[in-house]
């Protein structure tokens, strides 16, 4: 869509986008059934959409209703298509944008393992501390702290983490919600 | 006890209530369970197709001219990805159509199995909708659920897809209860307050153009005959794209002829010029609007849809109302008559005096030849030889397409079917095929292309035992026209592989079929071959030999605006090259 080349004798017409752009979240409830994850991310990819993080589960099992929130980028435009095109999708009830709506609480969790010995070890635990990060599994040579919080307060943790034997990271993606006491 | 009976029972069942009267279809060993019932029953006629994209197609060509849903049936494997083609171009042009398809028995799915596709998993993104049906007790429901989907909101295709154990398993059936779907609600009626402030824009616009689309057909013939109604009231212009031809009488004065990249030279010019669009049930198109940083820059943009999506995808405008056509019409109209806005006439006559001297450009004239057919003119001849019958015409891709759309003139909705979104060559055989099955006595033609009509010959055999006296009319260049056109204008007239070395000998193709070929070479043969055609109630492969090299004019080019056509090879060109750059030649 927003190529950023005029391709010359092409029988399409490709124009720039002079639009910036921006991150959403988006918060999108559907109808938990089979293949339903599998609509929504091969929309996203089927149309050329960004997906930074996306995670999914059940959030109501009498009602059989799932959150899927997912955090993309684009230009205005392009975010906005994408809430509408997700809307479209049949088993889709309905689609927040949490950004576009106002303030919000984004949380994320991480596993994240470090080796070592030594000064580096010690290093490694003082900053778990500060971060309020947990030792969730730990032996003589290696560490898993478990931490959660704002993404980029984890995107920090790493990257202290790594000139201290960071060897693997696993994180969740992100769940959010509105703040306030609306229902979104 | 409620009375069970097997899934394809079911299927049936489901289909009989759903008032299907036809179904396109072609078995294999995972819906033999179907079929078999299909032979005990005699409320639905099975058409069998020689190939499941044909089935597609036939299915779309039922829908589009009746306004029905459109039902196929394949079987699993090569016969579902057979009709993915099918699928993809009901998806684009939102026509409403039931696949059934059959599917190894559950036990064996993601076993490799023999004629196992993941058909769900391939079809999603080319349906509105698609289903495994995985329990007995879903599936009666799951077809009138189908139905309700593909038919309403923006229509589409729908696949349903059944094991074949699903299909001898026993159940009770459900009848198709009204009930509100818990996540799908397609929104019909439009905002009242939108509405009215889109009746305040359309009254005080100097320079208006109605840009209309195929939603008008999708939303039915009630539509039509308020858009006409709507036109009548304000006198304002009106233009169209290729899915919404039809929709307003071509033959009424407002009507500007189609719009796009090979539209007329008026209709393209309004859309630039325009201060106030009103856009009913189109989607902005890249074949309509040309380059979008110059398209219409100058004007207020009303968008009604019924697509939310469809609002700012290409183009941002100025008021969107999601709604039915019909509905929003309806109401505009009222709001109209209420408030009886006052139009600057004066404006307007001036408008429609810059449209003369646009229309006097005649840009659809072209060189007449006493020695070859002109392919304009074997359509203008059609036109007047076929105008006073009940006429449907299908057609397949190409130039042959555009000059079908360019000279053919449709003065109702559901008269004109061909492949807009997806472009698929081979589309108006067995769509024509479809229509002819919808309407036995009407005359139905298939304006097609020889290159085109090789993709789904094959569907000749279906029309002869199905007794559907379709007349393929192809406008026979030996090329593949559009593709040399484009070789023409864009790679130094390099032709490759745009020529058909091995044409067949139609007329021979036709008889071989069992039906009737007719073959024309010069322009003092064609109206009596024409006439004979119309006059044979057989299928009719029609050989219209036309002027090879003829280019589908006008046209604006790639990266250009509407108001840089390109006008091409007609008469009248001299005049129009010397205003400095408004015309590219
Ligand atoms: C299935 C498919 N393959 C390829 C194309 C690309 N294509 C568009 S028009 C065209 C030529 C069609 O030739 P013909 O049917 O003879 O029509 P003409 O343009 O000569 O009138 C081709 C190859 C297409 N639209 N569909
Ligand atoms: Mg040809």
Redesign the interface.
């Known amino acids: 869509m927003n190529s950023p080349q005029?391709t010359?004798?092409?029988?399409?017409?490709i124009?720039e986008s002079s639009q910036k752009e921006e991150t959403h979240t988006l918060s999108v409830l559907?109808?938990n059934e089979?293949?339903v994850l599998?609509?929504v991310i091969?929309?996203i990819s089927?149309r050329g959409y960004n997906i930074d993080s996306l995670t999914v589960s059940e959030i109501s099992h009498q009602k059989h209703i799932s959150r899927i929130t997912i955090v993309t980028f684009g230009t205005p435009?392009v975010i906005?298509?994408i809430t509408?095109?997700l809307?479209?999708l049949?088993?889709?009830?309905r689609v927040y944008d949490l950004t576009a709506g106002g303030p919000h609480i984004e949380r994320e969790l991480a596993l994240v393992k470090v080796l070592g010995k030594g000064e580096a070890r010690l290093e490694a635990l003082r900053l778990a501390e500060a971060f309020k990060a947990q030792v969730a599994d730990a032996s003589t040579g290696h560490f898993v702290f478990q931490i959660t919080g704002r993404p980029n307060k984890i995107d920090q943790f790493i990257s202290l983490m790594k000139p201290l034997g960071l060897v693997n990271v696993a994180r969740t993606g992100i769940a959010a919600v509105s703040r306030g006491a609306e229902q979104i | 006890m409620v009375r069970e009976i097997t899934g394809a029972e079911m299927v049936i069942k489901a289909l009989i209530e759903q008032n299907v009267k036809h179904l396109f279809g072609y078995p294999g060993g995972a819906v033999l369970p179907i079929y078999d019932e299909i032979y005990k029953q005699n409320h639905i006629q099975h058409i069998l197709v020689r190939h499941e994209q044909g089935a597609l197609h036939a299915a779309e060509g039922y829908a589009r001219s009746t306004g029905k849903v459109g039902v196929a049936l394949v079987t699993s494997g090569p016969g579902a990805t057979n009709a993915v083609t099918g699928l993809t171009d009901a998806m684009l042009d939102s026509i409403p159509v039931i696949c059934i398809t059959g599917q190894v028995p559950t036990g064996l799915i993601g076993m490799d199995a023999f004629q196992e596709a993941d058909v769900?998993?391939i079809t999603?993104?080319c349906t509105?909708?698609n289903y495994?049906v995985k329990d007995i007790d879903d599936l009666a429901r799951t077809i009138h659920e189908a139905f309700y989907?593909a038919s309403t909101g923006r229509p589409g295709p729908v696949v349903i897809d059944i094991p074949k154990n699903i299909q001898f398993a026993s159940g009770p059936y459900q009848t198709n209860k009204k009930i509100a779907h818990?996540?799908?609600r397609p929104q019909v009626k439009g905002d009242q307050n939108d509405i009215r402030k889109a009746v305040d824009i359309i009254a005080s616009a100097k320079k208006p153009v109605f840009y209309t689309g195929g939603g008008i057909i999708n939303s039915g013939p009630a539509a039509s005959k308020l858009l006409r109604e709507l036109v009548k009231l304000t006198d304002y212009p009106v233009t169209s794209t290729l899915m919404g031809l039809g929709a307003f009488p071509a033959s009424d004065r407002h009507w500007l002829g189609m719009l796009g990249m090979h539209g007329t030279y008026e209709a393209n010019l309004a859309m630039h010029d325009c201060d106030v669009m009103i856009n009913i049930g189109a989607r902005f198109d890249?074949r309509i609007?040309?380059?979008?940083?110059a398209f219409s820059p100058n004007s207020t943009k009303i968008h009604i849809d019924i697509?939310?999506?469809s609002?700012?995808?290409t183009v941002?405008v100025d008021l969107p109302i999601i709604g039915d056509a019909a509905h929003v019409l309806e109401d505009m109209l009222r709001i109209w008559k209420d408030k009886k806005p006052k139009i600057d006439t004066k404006a307007l006559a001036a408008w429609w005096q810059q449209i003369d001297t646009w229309r006097n450009k005649k840009c659809l004239s072209y060189k007449q030849s006493r020695e070859h057919i002109m392919p304009q003119y074997a359509i203008e001849r059609l036109y007047e030889l076929t105008k006073d019958r009940d006429t449907y015409i299908t057609t397949e891709v190409g130039q042959h397409q555009m000059w079908a759309a360019q000279y053919y003139h449709f003065d109702e909705p559901n008269r004109f079917m061909t492949s807009g979104g997806l472009g698929t060559m081979g589309y108006g055989l067995p769509a024509a095929v479809g229509v002819q099955i919808a309407h036995p006595d009407s005359l139905v033609i298939d304006i097609g292309g020889d290159g085109s009509v090789q993709m789904t010959m094959q569907e000749m055999a279906t029309a002869v035992q199905h007794g559907a006296p379709i007349k393929i009319f192809i406008l026979n260049n030996s090329y593949l026209g559009m593709v040399r056109q484009?070789q023409e204008l864009?790679?130094e007239e390099r032709y490759s592989h745009s020529y058909s070395e091995a044409m067949p000998d139609f007329v021979k193709l036709a008889e071989a079929y069992g039906g009737v070929g007719f073959k024309v070479e010069k322009p003092d043969e064609l109206d009596d071959a024409i006439r004979e055609m119309i006059s044979v109630d057989k299928p009719v492969i029609f050989d219209c030999r036309v002027q090879k090299l003829a280019n589908c004019f006008p046209m604006i080019p790639?990266?250009e605006a509407h108001n840089n056509m390109l006008l091409g090879d007609s008469e009248n060109i001299g005049s129009a090259i010397g205003e400095k750059g408004k015309v590219l030649v």
């Open positions: 005029q010359v004798g092409s029988a399409y017409f124009t559907v109808d089979p293949g599998a609509r091969g929309l089927g435009q906005e298509q509408h095109q809307e479209r049949i088993p889709v009830h | 769900v998993g999603r993104p509105k909708h495994l989907i818990p996540t799908y890249d609007t040309g380059r979008l940083d697509d939310k999506s609002i700012n995808k941002q484009w864009l790679h790639s990266g």
